[in-house]
């Protein structure tokens, strides 16, 4: 059994590997940090293969696939991304477009080259780590939540079309809210609301995911916050939003 995880690094993409290979699951860990990877390796009783690659370059999904394409992969975990905190007139062009490249354009590349395989072999699993965000609008996170509604409905998209098919692929969206991991450092912000612990939430997402879930929200808080927001009005939702995602100041 062999799994790939992209953004293995940190937070849940380094639990998920913890797991999997708990699971019985050689693995093949990407991302940027070589030296974050090479030290998750050390921990894990299975086989684990390395890959440093930067995954906003277009071109390194094609690469991270002509690389990978004939190790009979048996499950896809698209975790890769991040998040950017600041009003959209104020926030950098650059910065968003990377986001975007990486957030979507990435997903979006190695979803539909594995899947493909997958749907061949009529056997596989596509994990792509979405967040609640997908379900709503976020001022303040404008292009971040716009991403991740794109792989969260597209996701959805494919799920049907397969099950529709009856293929035996599962293709899963994982949908928290917001989780301890490196993201708030990154996006240069921070969330009013209580973090999940990240393991719990890989662990629940795999768990999910071997269930054939196809949309996967941990915790109840989130859960319930999904489905009140569909009875509340749009302005309402934007201007609550708006007020959660407070600005963090830097030094």
């Known amino acids: 059994m062999l799994a790939l995880i992209t953004g293995a690094s940190s937070g849940m993409g380094r639990d998920m590997a913890r797991i999997l290979s708990k699971m019985g699951y050689d693995l093949i860990l990407v991302a940027r940090r070589r030296e974050r990877l090479l030290e998750l390796k050390k921990e894990l009783d299975t086989n684990v293969t390395v890959i440093s690659m930067d995954l906003s370059i277009v071109q390194n999904n094609y690469k991270l696939y002509e690389k990978v394409k004939n190790k009979n ?15 959209f007139v104020k926030t950098e062009i650059e910065t968003e477009l990377k986001m975007i490249d990486l957030n979507v354009v990435a997903y979006h590349i190695l979803t539909k080259l594995f899947l493909q395989d997958f749907v061949r072999k009529d056997k596989g699993y596509i994990l792509n ?34 099950r529709v ?27 009013a609301i209580r973090e999940a612990s990240s393991y719990e939430v890989a662990k629940y997402a795999i768990d999910k995911l071997m269930k054939k879930k ?34 963090k100041e830097r030094n």
């Not at 001022?139 to 959805?156: D, S, V």
């Open 214 to 247: 196809m949309i996967i929200v941990p915790t109840l808080l989130m859960k319930l916050t999904l489905f009140f927001n569909r009875f509340v009005p749009y302005r309402l939702a934007l201007y609550i939003a708006y007020k959660i995602q407070k600005r």
């Open 73 to 87: 992969i048996d499950i896809l975990i698209n975790n890769a991304g991040f998040g950017l905190f600041g009003e």
């Open 165 to 191: 098919s009856k293929s035996h692929v599962v293709v899963s969206a994982l949908c928290p809210g917001p989780v301890a991991t490196e993201f708030n450092q990154v996006a240069h912000g921070t969330f």
């Open 129 to 162: 780590v979405c967040s609640s965000a997908g379900f709503m609008a976020g001022p303040r996170m404008a292009t971040y939540y716009a991403t991740k509604n794109y792989i969260t409905k597209l996701t959805m998209a494919i799920n049907e079309e397969l």
